[in-house]
């Protein structure tokens, strides 16, 4: 198991998440053996918005396009709308990661899937969708939210 | 899908998980922590494709540089 003890810095924390690409890792008590807790990337952050100096706090002003360490710009692993759910199943399995785009044909966005979804397909036993493709599967899941979804977002 | 989410407590604000470069960080932490898939979409005004994506471990990695700077 990946974890650290109540005893080690944050940074070591952060390190070993960053390693493993976790978003939360088990504390344990080095004593007892005992899991005494989970800490999360959230925490992590939520923690960072706290407790910046003043000073440092200058950097969450900054356009994230102008930090040069922070790569927005890359290659993104996407679903398309015709493939099937038991694909992007594989894919958030592979790469490790809690959701995915999808796209139609001409690389346009119209979604995403999140791990949660898959969840509720096994949790509700609704294992016919696994076999059907994405937009097929939910066709309101996709079709209904595009403009919802990009109405959200140029409105921002 | 939509009423499944909408049973699950699931709101509809899409907003959450889109950036644009233009944002602050704070702006982009702040959704991020509350984003459900830890991730953020960049989408081209113009051609609706995907430009890019930002992750926790991406931030995460800004943040624990020994003295987090833009440049």
């Given at each position: 198991m990946i974890a650290v003890t109540t005893e080690e810095r944050l940074i070591d924390a952060c390190l070993k998440m960053r390693k493993e690409k976790l978003h939360k890792i088990a504390v344990y008590d080095?004593?007892?053996?005992?899991?005494?807790g989970t800490l999360t990337l959230r925490d992590v952050m939520m923690f960072f918005i706290k407790n910046f100096t003043a000073e440092q706090e200058e950097?969450?002003?900054?356009?994230?396009?102008?930090?040069?360490?922070?790569?927005?710009i890359k290659n993104v692993i996407c679903v398309r709308d015709t493939d099937f759910v038991y694909h992007t199943l594989e894919v958030l399995l592979h790469y490790r990661v809690s959701s995915v785009p999808v796209v139609n044909e001409k690389e346009e966005y119209i979604g995403i899937i999140l791990k949660s979804d898959i969840y509720y397909i096994v949790r509700n036993s609704h294992f016919h969708y696994v076999k059907l493709n994405i937009f097929l599967s939910e066709p309101k899941f996709l079709s209904n939210s595009y403009q919802k979804q990009m109405d959200g977002f140029w409105s921002i | 899908m939509k009423q499944q989410r909408k049973a699950r407590g699931i709101?509809?604000?899409?907003?959450?998980f889109f950036f644009k470069p233009t944002d602050p960080l704070i702006n982009v932490v702040e959704k991020l922590i509350f984003s459900p898939g830890n991730r953020l979409v960049y989408i081209d005004?113009?051609?609706?494709?995907?430009r890019g994506i930002i992750t926790m471990i991406d931030l995460l990695d800004f943040f624990i540089q020994e003295d987090p700077h833009p440049n």
């Open positions: 080095k004593e007892s053996q005992l899991v005494v950097v969450f002003k900054v356009e994230i396009e102008n930090i040069k360490s922070i790569d927005i | 709101e509809e604000d899409y907003s959450r005004e113009g051609t609706k494709k995907i």
